[in-house]
């Protein structure tokens, strides 16, 4: 089966995480990859994520400061689709081969640039300086406060009135931020590249134009942070604020009898306390979470009832194996895995069945396991290409190609498009649930896309949330009840009128509904269809999963937690790329299908996972086939980072600096400033003073900014690029979020509309059907729809539901 890439030639000049990350994902679905090395080799070479994310590239070496090396490249480019590049701001201009240079004999290139902090910050970008200067650090485990009230400057208002053990909460038993083993700044603009160029191939395919892609670890980080970083007028709005992005409430993490950890999201006590009463776990399904009336709500009051029940569900589930709970948990229908290490997931057999892990033979180590094909479309399965080859492996071959290329000509640029998104003209119907499904479409609305969201009659609840507000901005609401006949033919009339159906149900629901691809294809043979699940394609597939379960089967969390050392606690990010991260996968994975559709006419099913995501945010590491590690280094059991070079130091005022002595140099710079006891020299001095020395030292550094979101909203240039974007929402008035996390200079993205209210279009969106007012008002009569505001002459209906 041929890859929906297949044809396209790809020059990956990038090194570090990002870049390597993105040329990799395209190699996976058949782009032919050339990784162009310079002479003075890779800064990061030896780092073991290379033997994942360079796997598959031909290798060549260039100087481009020689002429004749310069000339071949150029050649190259002329017949390349996709050129990334990572260099420090200013670099490509020195060298000649800015977009604005190449695009004169390739206008069909797709120039794709990621930076540290954006195209006009020169501060050196490295991954952690980033998660410290833009208070990414912090995020971590959040604020006692909670992220809403920390954005506001407001105090913890449970401070007082309640007890927490630090046992039961997450992170190092220590003040100050946490220094964590995912690469979030890298993972986000990986994501974020990787979806721009998605649109970018799809907008090129209808205008014979490419264009410049643009990312950088600082939008990384705000992709990570766009659930905690949000700041409005009225946050005490009934329903907005939870306690889920705190640092005080527990979160569902439990020590079980063989001192394995499991991850139950969100706690569920009746479950618990009733399934463990007797000498041998007893599950069964009426003990689900959709079934237990004491289930844990999530308003801010609830962290009241938590610290109640922590020390019982502890005590409950102690009695018992961490496999016991998992097995328990799938019989009853409730969201509980293991955290278990890297090396346990990347052997695990369900996952190695599904391709999402694979066993490459490479070169130096032998077989490893590595994360696999990540997405897959219908008829784009995807194939790893190879192991990593040595450095200017392909160097001669290259060449020789380069020099058989005609000579550099200037090509007539194509008109410049309309400068509206990629995705306009293209409508979506989006049926998911939480935050996986709805985010992937929230990206295609970004893109230009008419996205119509389906809810329930009763989703307000959820909307109006700060959480379900972070992925749905730019939709219209469609509220519609599914049982009631006119309600589901209405919904199947909307199916008609839509390029793309995505959902992240599980899948069975679907069927019985007449939703699956199977049926829909049947009369919509040009339908992309998109289902996300929680887990990979096999035994788990159907049961209830989230981005914690995600974390905990892919070693997020025993990683990130430090568990390899006594004492370590498993960590659930604020700021993880599960949930996300899959939808960047899902958006990815429709433009790769809208590409093909328009050389072929035909629809297909496009699937991902949130396990898939996470497995991508693991990919630093490798295992040998039996499960035995490849050395890697391990956070510091403090979580303060990785050895002496690489870590967080707290100084004599009470900051955090961060240090990313990368080099041979910076080392040796940053022992003969510090000395032996480094972090007695940062604990007697203070920040700005190190700082000041630090610089002169050019040993690369960063203060780990408590303060940074509380600014993020104010800064102009962010405002400008769109980066962050406001909106007047009915709930909480002003309302701040994370906007566009790449850019795409010639179909740039477009920020529509404040998060949507449950029904507020779906008066229009009939009447578009062709539903006369009395239809609709009858409809809304016998509540097989709702709408918002409800329409003249509607009856006033009581709780029609039964809630």
Not at 362 to 368: E, K, R
Not at 378 to 398: H, L, M, N, W, Y
Request: aromatic letters at 8%.
């Amino acid at each position: 089966m041929s890859g929906v890439l297949d044809g396209l030639k790809v020059l990956d000049l990038s090194w570090g995480v990002a870049g390597p990350m993105t040329a990799m994902l395209l190699g996976d679905h058949g782009a032919d990859i050339t990784r162009i090395e310079r002479p003075q080799g890779d800064p990061f070479d030896g780092m073991l994520g290379y033997k994942v994310w360079h796997r598959g590239k031909k290798n060549a070496v260039f100087d481009l400061k020689d002429p004749s090396d310069l000339s071949l490249f150029k050649k190259l480019v002329a017949d390349a689709d996709i050129l990334i590049e990572s260099m420090s701001p200013g670099k490509t201009a020195d060298l000649a081969i800015e977009y604005e240079d190449l695009v004169k004999f390739n206008p069909r290139l797709i120039y794709v640039s990621i930076t540290g902090y954006g195209e006009h910050d020169d501060r050196k970008g490295y991954d952690a300086l980033v998660a410290a200067s833009s208070g990414l650090q912090w995020e971590q485990r959040g604020w006692p406060e909670g992220a809403l009230y920390h954005m506001a400057g407001r105090e913890d208002p449970f401070a007082e009135a309640v007890e927490i053990d630090p046992d039961w909460v997450q992170g190092a038993n220590r003040d100050g931020p946490l220094h964590t083993a995912s690469k979030w700044p890298s993972l986000g603009a990986f994501f974020s590249a990787s979806a721009g160029i998605a649109a970018a191939l799809y907008a090129r395919e209808k205008t014979g134009r490419g264009q410049k892609v643009s990312t950088s670890l600082m939008q990384g980080a705000l992709a990570c942070g766009s659930g905690v970083w949000q700041r409005a007028d009225e946050i005490d709005s009934p329903g907005f604020n939870t306690w889920i992005m705190g640092a005080s409430s527990p979160k569902g993490h439990f020590k079980c009898a063989d001192g394995n950890w499991i991850h139950n999201w969100v706690p569920n006590p009746r479950f618990i306390l009733e399934a463990s009463k007797g000498d041998a776990i007893n599950a069964t399904p009426d003990l689900s979470v959709q079934n237990d009336p004491d289930r844990f709500g999530i308003g801010p009051e609830e962290l009241l009832v938590m610290a109640h029940y922590q020390p019982i569900l502890a005590d409950a589930i102690s009695k018992f194996s961490a496999a016991e709970w998992v097995e328990a948990g799938a019989k009853g229908n409730v969201t509980m895995q293991p955290c278990r290490s890297i090396e346990d997931s990347l052997t695990d057999p369900l996952l190695l069945d599904d391709g999402c892990v694979a066993t490459v033979d490479d070169p130096d180590l032998g077989p490893i396991n590595q994360v696999g094909i990540t997405y897959k479309l219908e008829r784009s399965q995807g194939r790893i290409q190879g192991p990593i080859r040595a450095s200017g492996a392909d160097t001669e071959t290259v060449k020789a190609y380069a020099e058989s290329l005609p000579d550099l000509t200037a090509h007539k640029v194509p008109a410049k498009p309309t400068g509206k998104g990629p995705l306009d003209g293209i409508r979506v119907l989006d049926l998911g649930l939480a935050i996986a499904g709805p985010f992937g479409c929230q990206l295609l609305a970004d893109m230009g896309a008419d996205v119509i969201k389906m809810n329930t009659l009763w989703d307000s609840y959820w909307h109006k949330t700060h959480i379900a507000a972070m992925a749905n901005r730019s939709k219209r609401s469609f509220a519609v009840m599914l049982k009631h006949p006119k309600g589901l033919e209405a919904l199947k009339k909307i199916i008609a009128t839509c390029d793309v159906v995505q959902h992240n149900m599980r899948y069975p629901a679907t069927t019985r509904l007449g939703l699956d691809y199977d049926s829909l294809k049947k009369d919509h043979p040009r339908l992309i269809y998109c289902h996300s699940r929680g887990f990979e394609d096999g035994p788990r597939k159907n049961l209830p999963g989230n981005d914690q379960t995600g974390a905990c089967l892919s070693g997020i969390q025993h990683e990130d937690g430090a568990l390899y050392h006594e004492g370590g606690h498993p960590v659930w990010a604020l700021t993880s790329l599960g949930d996300t991260g899959n939808g960047f996968l899902t958006a990815v994975g429709i433009c790769n299908a809208l590409m093909e559709r328009e050389r072929t006419g035909k629809g297909q099913f496009v699937d991902t996972s949130i396990v898939n995501a996470c497995l991508l945010n693991t990919s630093y590491a490798v295992a040998k086939p039996d499960g035995s590690r490849v050395d890697r280094p391990f956070l510091n059991p403090d979580q303060t980072g990785y050895g002496d070079y690489y870590r967080l130091y707290k100084t004599a005022d009470g900051q955090w600096i961060q240090i990313a002595a990368i080099t041979e140099a910076h080392r040796k710079a940053f022992d003969a400033l510090a000395g032996t006891d480094k972090i007695g020299a940062f604990a007697g001095r203070g920040s700005q003073e190190l700082m000041s020395d630090l610089i002169k030292s050019g040993v690369p550094a960063a203060i780990s900014d408590a303060e940074a979101s509380r600014r993020l909203y104010d800064n102009e240039a962010y405002r400008e690029r769109q980066w962050t974007v406001s909106y007047q929402d009915r709930y909480v008035g002003n309302l701040e979020q994370i906007g566009l996390t790449y850019e795409l200079s010639d179909t740039p993205g477009v920020i529509q509309s404040a998060p949507l209210i449950v029904g507020d279009s779906t008066k229009s969106i009939l009447e578009e059907l062709g539903y006369s007012e009395a239809e609709i008002l009858e409809m809304a009569n016998t509540t097989a729809i709702l709408c918002d505001p409800p329409l003249p002459g509607q009856k006033e209906l009581q709780n029609p539901w039964g809630l």
